[in-house]
């Protein structure tokens, strides 16, 4: 049998990056280098994330707790998502073979143990740190909403792994498992490919022409929809947000509009869906039910709501929506006019809580920095690629850094990811130079992967796998003050070098004062006594103190302390 094309593609894919990312795989052997390489292919592809922020959400290893990676983000209402991840990688490309049965029935029993605050477990280093900071939400009064994700190169499980899903889970709303193939890497990597496509407008519809550009308002079968989801999935979202926002209010009342048989009503609760395209054509000599031709389509508006049709569909085959129909505006925009697209993606985007940083890579503030980045010998990434190269600054990364360093805003950095682009953005990049922006990304990457180094000092250790984005924000203050530099604004390109070359000399330096200070902030937090140590806190504890703001406003934005610590 011949090896499949799009397997033998996501094979050269993962050599690439092997190549180009050797510190991913320094202690692995060749087989296990390869397996942990399609995770993290596969990981940046479901969330849409760069390899070099992807591999930060990696927990593969002994004890791992039964997932492989994890990304967990605060949402809205007291909600926040988790996103677990397992990887099977089948190294003999001729098999097309399930997700393993057995695997699935971890993922059941992973979920009922590491959600509930009451169990324990053995778990290596980074998925303790996972399971302590979703113990830390629940106990707090979040309430999870978990996403199962099982990665292979193979075909969805089978109809036994299926009965494991529904016996626990068949009507709990709080769970959901997906399959991510070969096929959905395969668009991932494929995804600047233009889609050509067709799509039946129903009834009547409008075209009109202004301001030199074409428009089309009428209405689709959601069908339709369902249909293009299958066919092109998340590459139809490529000038809009790829990630799923998990279960909210919106998406909550889309799929029960579905399921309680109004789907006739749908039409009028729905704010329907935004395309835009190179060029359409349509029969202009039909009276209705036009068949239009679409160039080069991108869905920048509806995301959710294709999504959430496209999975209410799948999981629901005897639903009435013969009647079901949503509003669809198609905007002809040529390919060259990237301009007007991001001011359409954005102002009908920009009230929903999503991930904003492409509706943003077009501001001038970030052209400027890729420039000047540039101009200093580094390369900054203001848009989303596949890059298989970790050496680059992705937009994302430096909005973490910047914030969590230069704006002293550590916990927010930690848990606040998808506003950094929206009610963040311009407290992060406002004022914000490429020397600037490059030094905090040195240091809070140097502080990343001091993270998962193990600390001779018991106390260090106990607080290291939650303490990163502190001593990040800690080692840059330090450094400023250390070189005279009175406030950021005087960090520029002119001293760039200077600040760069004690950093790179004084980095270790800098992590030890930082830890032992802020290992005495946690003692007089936790209030301590002498018999005391840091070390007996509790992960779930450590977590929530740095999750909240009394360390931050009490030490990190407080002169005094620093006036009399920075000696």
Not at 48 to 65: K, M, P, Q, Y
Not at 501 to 521: G, V
Request: with cysteine.
């Amino acid at each position: 049998m011949p090896v499949n094309i799009s397997k033998q593609i996501i094979e050269l894919r993962i050599d690439e990056i092997m190549n180009n990312n050797p510190d991913y795989f320094s202690n692995d052997d060749k087989d296990s280098r390869k397996s942990k390489c399609f995770l993290l292919l596969g990981v940046s592809a479901y969330l849409d994330r760069d390899l070099s922020e992807a591999v930060s959400f990696i927990t593969d290893g002994g004890n791992d707790g039964g997932f492989d990676a994890a990304y967990i983000e605060e949402a809205h209402d007291g909600q926040v998502n988790v996103i677990l991840f397992q990887s099977k990688y089948t190294r003999d490309l001729n098999k097309d073979t399930n997700f393993p049965s057995n695997a699935v029935e971890k993922a059941v029993n992973t979920i009922k143990t590491i959600f509930d605050p009451a169990n324990n477990t053995l778990l290596n280093e980074s998925s303790r740190r996972v399971v302590d900071e979703i113990h830390s939400l629940i106990l707090d009064g979040h309430i999870p909403y978990v996403t199962f994700v099982m990665l292979n190169n193979g075909d969805k499980w089978n109809d036994a792994a299926q009965l494991y899903i529904d016996n626990e889970f068949r009507d709990e709303e709080q769970v959901r498992f997906e399959h991510f193939g070969t096929q959905d890497i395969l668009g991932y990597i494929k995804r600047k490919t233009p889609i050509v496509t067709n799509i039946n407008m129903s009834g009547l519809s409008i075209q009109e022409n202004f301001n030199f550009k074409r428009v089309i308002i009428g209405k689709v079968k959601i069908t339709e929809i369902f249909r293009l989801m299958n066919e092109y999935g998340d590459s139809l979202f490529e000038k809009n947000i790829r990630k799923y926002l998990g279960k909210n209010e919106i998406n909550d009342s889309i799929a029960d509009c579905l399921k309680s048989g109004q789907g006739a009503n749908f039409f009028f609760y729905n704010n329907g869906i935004t395309m835009v395209c190179d060029q359409f054509s349509y029969n202009a000599l039909q009276e209705k039910d036009w068949i239009v031709k679409l160039n080069g389509l991108q869905i920048i508006n509806g995301g959710q709501t294709c999504r959430t049709l496209h999975q209410t569909l799948s999981e629901n085959n005897n639903l009435d929506i013969n009647n079901a129909y949503v509003l669809l505006r198609i905007y002809e925009v040529s390919a060259d006019d990237e301009d007007i697209v991001k001011e359409i993606t954005y102002a009908t985007n920009h009230q929903n809580p999503v991930d904003l940083r492409d509706l943003k890579s077009n501001d001038s503030m970030q052209q400027l920095l890729e420039q000047s980045a540039k101009d200093l010998g580094y390369t900054y990434k203001r848009k989303r690629d596949n890059s298989s190269s970790s050496n680059i600054i992705p937009s994302t990364v430096a909005a973490e850094a910047v914030l969590a360093i230069w704006r002293e805003s550590p916990h927010l950095a930690r848990y606040k990811k998808s506003e950094m682009f929206g009610a963040y953005y311009k407290k992060i990049f406002d004022n914000l130079n490429a020397a600037q922006m490059i030094i905090a990304v040195m240091i809070f990457r140097h502080c990343d992967a001091v993270r998962k180094r193990t600390a001779e000092d018991k106390d260090i250790n106990a607080m290291r796998s939650y303490s990163n984005y502190f001593i990040a924000c800690m080692v840059g203050k330090k450094i400023l003050h250390d070189l005279n530099i009175n406030n950021v604004d005087k960090l520029t390109h002119s001293n760039f070098e200077e600040v760069k070359n004690y950093f790179d000399t004084e980095k270790d330096n800098l992590i030890t004062w930082a830890e032992e200070k802020l290992k005495n902030i946690l003692e007089k937090y936790f209030n301590l006594s002498e018999k005391s140590s840091i070390s007996e806190i509790d992960g779930r504890t450590m977590a929530a103190a740095f999750r909240r703001f009394d360390i931050v406003e009490g030490y990190l934005k407080n002169q005094e302390w620093w006036d009399k610590n920075l000696s």
